[in-house]
C-alpha cells in the first residue's frame, strides 16, 4: 500500500518511496513492515527510462497478493500483472482501502472459479 503520511492511500505508485505491508482477513490487518524503495518515478524525463528501478520495484513486492495506491500508470500495472500481483487504485484511509482490496480479490476468485 502506498500513503504519504499513513492515514490514507494518497501516494501513487510511480512516485512511492516506501509500501507498507499488510496481512488481513478481511477482518482485521496488521502492519508487517514498511519497505523502502527507490522511486520509480524520478521526474517526467525518467519515468520510462530506468528498466532497473522498476524490475526492483517488482522485486520488492513479489510475496504480495496485490498492491494499493491512489494511481498507477498503464506499464506499472501491467508489470504488476505480469508478475502475478493485482493492483488497485483508490482514494480512501487504508483501512477502508484494505476491506475493499478483500472484497474485490473475493469476487475475482468467484469470477475465476
Known amino acids: 500500500m502506498a500513503s504519504k503520511h499513513g492515514l490514507m492511500v494518497d501516494e501513487h505508485f510511480g512516485y512511492a518511496d516506501e509500501f507498507k505491508i499488510y496481512q488481513g482477513n478481511g477482518n482485521s490487518f496488521v502492519l508487517l513492515e514498511k519497505r523502502r524503495i527507490e522511486k520509480y518515478c524520478l521526474g517526467m524525463e525518467q519515468c520510462d ?31 504488476l500483472t505480469e508478475s502475478g500481483i493485482k493492483s488497485f487504485e483508490t482514494c480512501d484511509t487504508i483501512e477502508n482501502g ?14 475465476i472459479a
Not at 528498466?51 to 498492491?67: G, S, T
Not at 484494505?98 to 469470477?111: G, M, P, Q, Y
Open 49 to 79: 527510462e530506468e528498466q532497473n528501478r522498476r524490475d526492483k520495484i517488482i522485486d520488492a513486492l513479489k510475496d504480495c497478493d496485490a498492491v494499493l495506491s491512489m494511481r498507477i500508470g498503464y506499464n506499472a500495472r501491467k508489470r
Open 98 to 111: 484494505l476491506n475493499e482490496i478483500v472484497k474485490l480479490l473475493k469476487v475475482r476468485e468467484r469470477e
